[in-house]
């Protein structure tokens, strides 16, 4: 196994044994048995022959959870059943499939993949510690290190975030006062991103330069505003504009229309709660009224695409395409950004008759540069890793080191000592 770390935008291998050194000599407070009484997982057949995976309510759809085996990555559907699993359970709580069974299984084969809900991390992390859970991601190293401290059979190994992986705040156009350029460069300009890196991923991310490509990425822009921390500068902004606190409620005012916006992030994800924490009270800085407000990913999906929304907080991927850029800011049918330009509509119709290469990407900076301009979304970090945490008590030959990836769950193995006496 490895652990990866990042130093000047290259990864260096570890070997795995070293953070766990690391993880089982830190010294983090853990609430004695918090939640355990509700989270006994029930009497079931599937107890020692099953993989249970751990999934977030308020991240994970239910809907939308692949099952990937050997021959390929299935949808989970109600009525889908696909020849490499049948579906036993459905449900927003949980979901069971049953493994195609061979004349070469044996007794260290999983026969069932169990997929188990949770309100929040917290009650994930513990689940794993109780061992109810096999496997699960979290996304940051203190997380990780808390669940492996306090049970160090759940082994981390920290895989590399998809490139282009970025932390960014979204606005609705449509909106009364966020339709405005102005006001959105103020709240770019008033987010104190760097610290965030600093205080929330401990330093393991890096600060996003005003683009959603990483910067030593060919598709990264150069030249573009950066938005960094300008808390002066945004207040200039706004009053250039027309922002007053006219009734000293510390709250600016124009028109009729308060800067309290309603920030909608995905539930029960603490860093998301931690980002938006940060946001609320950077904005409240400059006369801005953050309202955090939770949603589960299903929720947060269907409210994005219907336009019932005022800004959210996202975490989203960028492939290294016009289209991906064109899909997120400005489909009408697949995106909710939902932008209209005239510039940019012609400068992405003309790519398209590109071959993939060189003008293209030229394109994509020109595209970059007019969402730059406009602030479509203010870009806050990229993360390094999500943290698999793995039962090894009970599961065995779950990853390939050679290609530094997850083997799929029909290639695991069940150590044939767990559950004896």
Not at 255 to 265: C, Q, S, V, Y
Not at 346 to 372: F, T
Request: glycine letters at 4%; proline letters at 4%.
């Amino acid at each position: 196994m490895f652990f990866f770390k990042k130093e000047n935008h290259r990864f260096k291998p570890y070997t795995s044994m070293i953070l766990a050194s690391l993880l089982m000599s830190t010294n983090l407070s853990w609430g004695q048995n918090q939640g355990i009484n509700d989270l006994r997982l029930r009497g079931t057949r599937f107890n020692r022959n099953a993989i249970v995976v751990g999934k977030l309510v308020g991240h994970d759809d239910y809907r939308r959870i692949y099952l990937r085996v050997s021959n390929g990555e299935y949808l989970i559907t109600r009525t889908g059943n696909s020849r490499p699993f049948r579906v036993l359970a459905y449900s927003p709580d949980r979901l069971e499939v049953s493994l195609e069974r061979h004349s070469l299984s044996d007794q260290t084969d999983p026969r069932w993949i169990v997929f188990r809900f949770f309100q929040n991390e917290r009650q994930l992390m513990t689940s794993m510690i109780l061992e109810q859970v096999d496997y699960a991601v979290l996304r940051t190293r203190s997380q990780a290190r808390e669940v492996n401290r306090a049970n160090p059979f759940m082994v981390v190994i920290p895989l590399k975030t998809a490139t282009n992986t970025v932390q960014m705040v979204v606005y609705n156009l449509a909106h009364p006062v966020l339709g405005s350029a102005e006001v959105r460069r103020a709240l770019s300009y008033a987010i104190n991103k760097r610290k965030m890196v600093e205080e929330l991923l401990v330093n393991d991310g890096i600060v996003a330069r005003g683009s959603p490509y990483e910067s030593d990425r060919p598709y990264y822009a150069r030249g573009l505003d950066e938005y960094k921390y300008d808390p002066k500068k945004a207040i200039q902004i706004l009053q250039a504009a027309g922002w007053r606190d006219l009734d000293r409620d510390g709250v600016l005012e124009k028109n009729g229309h308060e800067l309290k916006i309603r920030l909608a992030f995905e539930k029960g994800m603490h860093l998301s709660e931690r980002v938006a924490r940060r946001i609320k009270l950077d904005l409240f800085e400059i006369g801005i009224e953050i309202v955090p407000v939770p949603y589960a990913r299903i929720e947060l999906t269907e409210r994005l695409m219907r336009g019932d929304y005022q800004a959210a907080l996202l975490e989203q991927q960028f492939e290294e395409s016009i289209d991906s850029l064109y899909r997120f800011f400005a489909d009408g049918r697949r995106g909710f950004v939902r932008f209209r330009n005239r510039n940019f509509e012609m400068l992405y119709k003309k790519a398209k008759k590109y071959p993939p290469g060189e003008q293209r990407r030229a394109v994509a900076h020109q595209l970059q540069a007019i969402i730059n301009r406009y602030c479509l979304a203010s870009f806050l970090f990229y993360r390094y890793y999500d943290y698999h945490l793995f039962n090894i008590k009970k599961v065995d030959n779950f990853y390939d080191e050679r290609a530094a990836r997850v083997k799929p769950f029909d290639q695991w193995s069940i150590k044939q000592t767990y559950g004896r006496k």
